[in-house]
């Protein structure tokens, strides 16, 4: 819950702060959770110590997904290039490290934070190769982001990924109690990743003008996940197949999202990832936190963190198209 609210603090200060400073937070942030990777190596066994770097870790990352998203979506209109395109090389990433992570303990859980520090180092040097070549977003328009559509997606992109931010905290323990070690819970998110990457390369193979139906389908998928889950079976090409579920969604989310905020938010798309952000980090860290009184009754939880996503997902199914036509 503590890493949840650090992210909610890290994202009202991009949100504030992002109008006039936005080239110049990226590498800062970024400078920021290098240093404090590599202090936890030194300081991370000392209880105070950890909680510093833990928060500032917190602190900076999730801001600085928001930004580069944002400074991504404007860069591919220089390259021609579509940001789901883009996106996939991030999954790429993101499957490399699960599967790195997953043999780095073996030797030493020190290497894990050196590697995630070298890795900032590398992204600040190469950011600060393009960034002549960025602009600043156009300026923004005061008050669009209280359109009501915005705010609609808000309350549904809160309950669904506030609920997959609950629901993923929990799921290592729940593999534990099925007798499975972190390295088996490490492959299976890995093979959620492959399907991922397949599902972004697929739906890039052909040009859509309305993805708004790829983001709702996206929803229910992920929520579908959690009432899958919910039922009690331990059989590991179960939770393999299950968890399939969360690269198709995942896909799917991630090849329509930055479209759709750009539709509803306009020139405010950065700053209204940033609102999202908060939303979601502070639903999850609620979700967590009654989860710690439902425990051990993980089908319950999931049931409960299910139907909640779920409800979400087909409201937004349901009305998505009328109100981008009422904002």
């Not at 890493?3 to 920021?32: A, C, D, E």
Request: positive net charge.
């Amino acid at each position: 819950m503590s890493s949840s609210l650090s992210i909610i603090f890290g994202n009202l200060f991009g949100f504030f702060f992002f109008k006039r400073h936005r080239k110049v937070l990226y590498p800062i942030f970024l400078t920021i959770q290098s240093i404090f990777l590599f202090l936890f190596v030194f300081i991370g066994m000392n209880t105070w110590g950890a909680f510093l770097c833990t928060f500032m870790i917190y602190f900076t990352s999730n801001s600085s997904l928001q930004l580069s998203d944002g400074l991504i979506s404007q860069y591919e209109h220089k390259i021609d290039y579509p940001y789901t395109k883009t996106r996939f090389f991030g999954s790429v990433g993101f499957f490399m490290a699960i599967l790195l992570i997953s043999f780095l303990p073996f030797i030493s859980y020190s290497l894990i934070y050196i590697f995630s520090a070298i890795n900032d180092v590398i992204l600040i040097i190469l950011f600060l190769s393009l960034s002549s070549s960025l602009n600043e977003e156009d300026k923004v328009q005061k008050g669009y982001l209280l359109n009501k559509t915005f705010i609609f997606y808000l309350v549904i992109y809160a309950l669904v990924l506030g609920s997959y931010l609950a629901f993923d905290s929990y799921l290592g323990s729940y593999f534990k109690a099925l007798n499975y070690n972190r390295s088996m819970y490490s492959y299976v998110l890995s093979f959620s990743l492959l399907i991922e990457m397949l599902t972004l390369l697929i739906l890039n193979l052909k040009k859509y003008k309305n993805k708004r139906m790829f983001l709702a389908i996206s929803f229910i998928v992920i929520s579908m996940r959690f009432l899958l889950f919910s039922i009690p079976i331990s059989n590991l090409i179960y939770l393999f197949i299950i968890s399939s579920l969360r690269g198709i969604g995942w896909g799917m989310f991630l090849f329509s999202h930055m479209d759709y905020m750009k539709e509803i938010a306009k020139k405010n798309k950065t700053r209204g990832l940033f609102l999202l952000s908060v939303a979601q980090n502070l639903l999850g860290a609620i979700f967590h936190f009654l989860g710690g009184y439902i425990l051990p009754y993980y089908s319950i939880y999931f049931l409960v963190l299910g139907l909640f996503s779920f409800d979400a997902s087909f409201f937004f199914f349901i009305y998505q198209k009328k109100l981008i036509h009422c904002q």
